[in-house]
């Protein structure tokens, strides 16, 4: 079997190898072994076949000086593993009394440091011949060993290293005699060194066990030397042997996977001669593989916390976050555990939860990102479920959407717990807090929209309802019209609370909220009568209804029957009674006589007014003069006298007329032109809007050719035909006629008649 790698890891120039953890973990396949790894290193004089033992008893592959090469084989520090013996490392140590070393005496020092500070076994290597001879090169080696050891490990007395003495070229003197002489040159030595302060009376044994074993001339007694060193092996490989070597006690605490820093921060101290203290070391190590080992696990869970990250910034909820977040922090935190447990105890403990800590800041980002992203999706989610209600479903909307509310607030709550690392200081109630308001704000809001929108409604309802009403109502204003608006007032309001329950139902509204809506509807009703009072007194509006009323007593008769005007009937009776109707109703509408107070409303301190006086008198004097030319043309008809055209006229018409008869016949071209000229004065009429003015000139031509007719008639029959004078006094009373409108329409800049001061009063 070939020698298991082996590495240079202090040169012959005092360089430290880079490459000792990878070694120890990937050559040597020691990077989980923790605490159970041995070390043991050999030191002795050159040339004393310390690289031949261990090759011999470890199968490891040192150099050994041959007869063509005399000169020192083995430079510096070499280390590799027993091919033999389970998890062990060797450490081949260069000889201390080399040619080209001469007596470095520092290089030995350090060497010993090193070894002392890593090793749990140091192998002395001597010769028999040596032995008792205090003047020998070991024996100085010893004496370094011893120093620096105190030096080492003072703070902790219970770390002890085993001294194994293999005495080479061992011939006839008893080992146990051997022994003795050598224990007793040990205790000699160890009284002889220098001890620090407080320390002067540590005991040797304090810090070293010793131990020995003999070994026959290798090339002299081959045999013995094979069978002696078959005894040895399971001195290094059997832990059930008596003898057994890798005690625990000896152990320097160093975890395999620290092994490489150890010794390079060991070496750096050693070389610039700072003073090594182990404990320290040990602790500073702690420090750094802790730091290490957290930063290889979060380097390992990196990639799949992106992930997670990236995912959740894409506003995604992830399903399986919970189950992810915790394998993620109970695997890294254990694995933390398992590695750097090894390590020093109080350091160990710190640093555990400094990891804790930082894997709480990283899954915390995870944590409030998924719980932004179901706030977001809820509040989006809930804003559409409680529309939907207000649009499909308003008569269920409290109950269901309190219910979805409470649904929502459990699963974010369940989600924000759930993805709570046990132990970490994060408040998940603290989370729940902000979604529950925003959730009730969208809630309340969406809520008093759906009211609003059903008020509405409910408003638009009662409006259709209510104008219907008050057309009605307005189709008559007389002495019950304020006592009907009433009524309307006081029936329009009794209806309010049942229809606010029938429509609202689903909002389930508080008193005030209940008293609001009222209040709103309340207002809204008597906005409306107020505005259809106002219409209904608008000029225009206003005249056709007074002059309709004035036509309930000037057009029918108390049975409602169509008035046909005769002579000898009294027209003024008739037009008098029914303006004084119209006066009336003009009065009782000067102001708004309503008791609001069924709606809850207050009447105002004064009484509202609708018509002033600006409108009063505009509204009469169009109603004056309009129903002036009625009462003329009733008084026109009621004045003619009956008579009856005698048969003679009808030949009398025909004999006058024949000559434009014969006329028409010849020629009905001119009388087509007539026809046509006719037709475009009647378009000119029509497209300036002179109906009124043309009216009014036919209206008097009318009255003027009634009264000459009738003269003409009236002569016909008393034999006095009218002459040029009376026909002048006609034109002249036709001209008063025009006089008498003309004043009417002059009233309106002016004073308003009193209430019966135009009409003359029964
Ligand atoms: N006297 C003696 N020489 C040995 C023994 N084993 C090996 N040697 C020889 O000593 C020389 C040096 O051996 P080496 O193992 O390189 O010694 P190192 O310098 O102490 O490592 C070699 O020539 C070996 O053959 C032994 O048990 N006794
Ligand atoms: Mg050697």
């Known amino acids: 079997m070939s020698p298991n790698p082996m590495l240079n890891i202090i040169s012959g120039d005092l360089e430290l190898s880079p490459d000792i953890q990878e070694y120890v973990n990937d050559k040597w396949g020691l990077k989980d072994a923790g605490h159970e790894y041995n070390l043991i290193a050999i030191f002795g004089a050159q040339s004393t076949g310390k690289s031949t033992l261990l090759n011999t008893v470890f199968g490891t592959g040192f150099d050994v000086m041959t007869a063509n090469r005399r000169q020192q084989t083995t430079k510096g520090l070499w280390m590799t593993t027993s091919g033999t013996a389970e998890n062990t490392i060797v450490m081949d140590v260069e000889g201390t009394d ?5 007596e470095d005496l520092e290089m030995e020092r350090k060497s010993a440091l090193f070894s002392l500070a890593i090793s749990q076994v140091l192998l002395i290597n001597l010769l028999e011949t040596d032995i008792g001879r205090s003047n020998a090169s070991n024996y100085g080696l010893l004496r370094t060993v011893f120093e620096v050891n105190l ?17 080479r070229d061992h011939y ?20 002889g060194i220098r001890k620090p302060e407080g320390l002067e009376d540590a005991k040797l044994s304090q810090y070293f066990d010793l131990a020995f074993t003999a070994l026959p001339h290798k090339l002299i007694q081959a045999a013995e030397f094979d069978a002696a060193v078959e005894k040895l092996k399971p001195w290094f490989s059997d832990p059930d042997n008596p003898n057994y070597v890798f005690k625990k006690e000896y152990r320097k605490r160093i975890p395999s996977d620290g092994l490489g820093h150890f010794a390079g921060e060991v070496w750096e101290q050693i070389c610039s001669n700072k003073d090594l203290d182990l404990p320290t070391q040990r602790q500073l190590l702690a420090k750094f593989r802790c730091d290490e080992i957290s930063r290889n696990i979060l380097h390992s869970i990196n990639d799949e916390v992106q992930e997670l990250q990236t995912a959740l910034e894409g506003g995604r909820e992830v399903a399986d976050l919970a189950d992810r977040m915790h ?4 695997t890294s935190f254990d694995s933390f555990c398992h590695q750097a447990s090894r390590y020093e105890t109080s350091v160990f403990q710190t640093e555990r939860d400094v990891f804790a800590q930082t894997l709480h800041g990283i899954l915390y980002m995870l944590f409030a990102a998924q719980l932004r992203n179901i706030h977001r999706s809820s509040l989006k989610s809930f804003t559409a479920f409680v529309e939907k209600l207000n649009a499909e479903n308003p008569d269920s909307f409290s109950t269901e959407a309190l219910k979805q509310k409470e649904h929502l607030l459990a699963t974010f709550e369940n989600s924000a717990r759930s993805l709570t690392i046990p132990g970490s200081p994060w408040k998940y109630e603290e989370q729940v807090k902000p979604f529950s308001a925003d959730i009730n704000a969208v809630f309340e809001k969406l809520r008093a929209a759906g009211i609003k929108n059903k008020e509405v409604a409910l408003q638009e309802e009662i409006s259709t309802k209510l104008e219907a009403d008050l057309a009605f109502a307005f189709n008559t204003i007389d002495a019950q019209f304020w006592p009907g608006m009433d009524t309307l007032v006081t029936e329009a309001a009794a209806k309010l609370p049942e229809a606010i329950d029938t429509h609202l139902k689903g909002y389930q509204l508080s008193e005030d909220e209940r008293a609001d809506v009222q ?7 008597k906005d409306l009568i107020t505005k259809e009072l106002n219409e209904l007194v608008d000029a225009s509006t206003f005249n056709s209804k007074l002059r309709t009323i004035f036509h309930s007593k000037f057009r029918f008769d108390s049975q409602r029957r169509p008035i046909i005007w005769r002579p000898g009937m009294n027209v003024e009776t008739y037009f008098d009674s029914g303006k004084l109707l119209a006066r009336n109703a003009l009065e009782a509408m000067r102001f708004i006589k309503l ?26 004097t169009q109603f004056e003069s309009e129903v002036a030319v009625e009462f003329q043309d009733a008084s026109m008809r009621c004045d003619q006298p009956q008579y009856k055209i005698p048969k003679w006229t009808y030949l009398a018409i025909f004999l006058l007329g024949f000559n434009e008869l014969m006329d028409f016949i010849s020629s009905p071209g001119k009388y087509l032109l007539i026809a046509v000229f006719l037709g475009l004065l009647y378009v000119v009429i029509l497209a300036f809007d002179l109906q009124v003015p043309v009216e009014n000139f036919i209206y008097r031509v009318r009255v003027f050719a009634g009264r000459l007719s009738s003269a003409i008639v009236r002569g016909a029959v008393t034999g006095t035909m009218p002459n040029f004078n009376d026909v002048m006094q006609m034109l002249n009373d036709n001209k008063n006629d025009r006089g008498t409108a003309g004043s009417g329409a002059a009233s309106a800049g002016g004073s308003p008649p009193a209430a019966g001061a135009g009409p003359k009063e029964d």
């Open 98 to 102: 080399s040619r080209e070393r001469g």
């Open 151 to 167: 030096g080492l490990f003072q703070s902790t007395s219970a770390q002890k290293t085993l001294l194994l003495f293999v005495i």
């Open 172 to 191: 006839g003197t008893p080992v146990a005699e051997l022994s003795k002489t050598l224990e007793e040159d040990m205790n000699q030595i160890w009284e």
């Open 327 to 330: 394998t993620i922090y109970q």
């Open 519 to 525: 209040s709103t509807l309340s207002a809204s009703i």
């Open 595 to 620: 008791d609001w107070s069924p709606l809850g409303i207050s009447n105002p301190p004064t009484p509202l007014a609708l018509i002033d006086k600006k409108l009063e008198n505009k509204i009469w």
